[in-house]
Antibody, heavy 120, light 110 residues
Framework: QITLKESGPTLVKPTQTLTLTCTFS??????????VGWIRQPPGKALEWLAL???????RYSPSLKSRLTITKDTSKNQVVLTMTNMDPVDTATYYC????????????WGQGTLVTVSS | NFMLTQPHSVSESPGKTVTISCTRS????????VQWYQQRPGSAPTTVIY?????PSGVPDRFSGSIDSSSNSASLTISGLKTEDEADYYC?????????FGGGTKLTVL
């Protein structure tokens, strides 16, 4: 079955760079039509899409955060890494990774999420 | 880039039917599939509808999805409401460059 799990720091200081890793199983990111996305959710607020990477290494970023985000994949390790620069307290959120089906645009399997707090 | 607009909250009694709307601001609602996610407090979202009107296995047929080109909107309908349906619901779609979520609707079953 498909599973995903996010890992990374729970606390970062303002201006620091956040690096999150999504480790997955049950699928391969070299399979046509497969993607992995990152989504975040500030406490008590709505879901916000951040970035997507596809099987062919095509990448998509939220227009509002594009300058701060980088998404990469390591197919051999079944991992996707998201970096976000210049962290600010407003970036405090639960960060999720999810399996994406390119053809439907669906995020059909989600990780449990990891809470990242930005504070000095 | 487009937006998806949902009502902030809806409420209905157990056993009744509720419909949550999701209106696309620009571009046709029919041009890209719409998904619906359920999120209970403290949990990750799960898919209840994908590709406009398809239910994943395990999702009861009380959940249904549709799109309406005349209003450029999608709808999630839940019939025979149960207290366990109380949750936040998010619509989601995409275009050639982006994924977009609606702002979420809090469903209260009282």
């Amino acid at each position: 079955q498909i599973t995903l799990k996010e890992s990374g720091p729970t606390l970062v200081k303002p201006t620091q760079t956040l690096t999150l890793t999504c480790t997955f199983s049950g699928f391969s990111l070299s399979t046509s039509g497969v993607g992995v996305g990152w989504i975040r959710q500030p406490p008590g607020k709505a879901l916000e899409w951040l970035a997507l990477i596809y099987w062919n290494d095509d990448k998509r970023y939220s227009p509002s955060l594009k300058s701060r985000l980088t998404i990469t994949k390591d197919t051999s390790k079944n991992q996707v890494v998201l970096t976000m620069t210049n962290m600010d307290p407003v970036d405090t959120a639960t960060y999720y990774c999810a399996h994406n089906d390119f053809w439907s645009g669906s995020l059909d399997y989600w990780g449990q999420g990891t809470l990242v707090t930005v504070s000095s | 880039n487009f937006m998806l607009t949902q009502p902030h909250s809806v409420s209905e009694s157990p056993g009744k039917t509720v419909t949550i709307s999701c209106t696309r601001s620009s571009g046709s609602i029919a041009s890209n599939y719409v998904q619906w996610y359920q999120q209970r407090p403290g949990s990750a979202p799960t898919t209840v509808i994908y590709e406009d009107n398809q239910r994943p296995s395990g999702v009861p047929d009380r959940f249904s999805g549709s799109i309406d080109s005349s209003s450029n909107s999608a709808s999630l309908t839940i019939s025979g409401l149960k207290t366990e349906d109380e949750a936040d619901y998010y619509c989601q779609s995409y275009d050639s460059s982006n994924l977009v979520f609606g702002g979420g609707t809090k469903l209260t079953v009282l």
